[in-house]
Nanobody
Framework: QVHLVESGGGLAQPGGSLRLSCVVS????????MAWFRQAPGKEREGVAC????????QYVDAVKGRFTISRDRATRTVFLQMNNLRPEDTARYYC???????????????????????WGRGTPVTVSS
């Protein structure tokens, strides 16, 4: 009974910040990698950031490097995505996900389909606009 529930999305000004949360249940965050994806209207779902199941390293797509930070808190069973210096092109629905069959980073930065993920949250919308 794996569940992932995102929150924290909303409207931000360009250059502003948002902190997304994903509360998880049904698995141990220390044993499986986690990832954030996003999907803008009319576009394919794409990877954003991940925590590798192989070594725990954080990885990011070039579009968000230096601006976004993925982290996790074991006590609250929560994965975070801190988004700073937001840009209009960051506007999308953001999803957290996990891959029980492999490293989720393979879908974020490794070129593997995002649909290799086994479990998804329902997403939280982010709009960056003046």
């Amino acid at each position: 009974q794996v569940h992932l529930v995102e929150s924290g999305g909303g409207l931000a000004q360009p250059g502003g910040s948002l902190r997304l949360s994903c509360v998880v249940s049904g698995f141990n965050l220390d044993l499986f990698g986690m990832a954030w994806f996003r999907q803008a209207p009319g576009k394919e779902r794409e990877g954003v950031a991940c925590i590798s199941s192989k070594d725990g390293a954080e990885q990011y797509v070039d579009a968000v490097k230096g601006r976004f930070t993925i982290s996790r808190d074991r006590a609250t069973r929560t994965v975070f995505l801190q988004m700073n210096n937001l840009r209009p092109e960051d506007t999308a629905r953001y999803y957290c996900a996990t891959d029980f069959g492999g490293d989720p980073c393979r879908s974020v930065v490794g070129g593997i389909s995002v649909y290799a993920m086994d479990y998804w949250g329902r997403g939280t919308p982010v709009t960056v606009s003046s």
